[in-house]
């Protein structure tokens, strides 16, 4: 799946070169183009804030800069803590170029890559709360109880910031963020047990395509965003010693949208 998506990516780094090239006037007098998409689970007062930003800059001296965010935060009367955020920037200035993403959860940094020429950048990472078996049996009268629940967010890259030389600079690929919970109760013991877990996300962000910004071109319309504020799952579990099995009974999504391109 990444390779063929990297494939398709680079077929259309192909074609943006190429229209660079051959219409160095096509939208010449655009020297930015920019969106800030925010969608809220709430209220003004207490809610979750989804939000997306890009940007393409061709600035009228030597400058070419390319950016792309996805951040979660919540909101609680007027107070508001960043959840997760991941963004990735391309720039070339003259004849130097700088590419550099970064990932932070909580507000705390997680981690920050840089590249001085053109790089790629992959990662997958997650954090939870009640680490990574977070279940408790409790026994009533002679029936065992299991219950488990945990919270966590995840951030995945998987981006090449590209230094085009003499024609600009560019971010090609795929980067998403999302945060999630679930709660579960069964009758058994580990090894032999039926149950229900519900299973949700909160925020659900992906970017993808390529975002470029060249001498004469802004390349805006290859960049596609996808959003599903709240999604829910109800599953059926069972298990009897190595073998294991689900059923899904419930799976909703509420406001799911794409905005394809997210830049006009």
Known sequence: MIRSFRSC??????ATLF??????????????????DQVTLGNSDVGIDAIAWARARNN???????????LTQARLFGLSVELQRIAATAVRNGASFAGSTSLRRAGLTVRND????T?????????????????????????????GANLGHIGAMDVTLLNMSNYGAMISGAMSTYAWGFASFAVGLAGAQCGLQVDIRVGEQRMDGVLG?????????YLNYYMTPLRLWLRILCELSFLSGSLTVVDASLGARSLVPFLP
């Open 114 to 117: 840089a590249v001085v020429n």
């Open 213 to 221: 910004s060249f001498t004469n071109y802004l390349s805006t319309q």
């Open 119 to 147: 790089g790629t950048v992959s990662y997958w990472s997650s954090a939870n709360v009640f680490g990574t078996n977070p279940q408790q049996t409790f026994w009533i009268w002679f029936i065992p109880i299991t219950v």
């Open 9 to 14: 990516s680079w077929l259309v780094v192909a």
């Open 19 to 36: 229209l660079s090239s051959i219409v160095p006037g096509l939208r010449a007098q655009t020297s930015v183009r920019e969106r800030w």
């Open 60 to 70: 009228l001296g030597a400058e070419r800069r390319v950016d792309t965010m996805l």
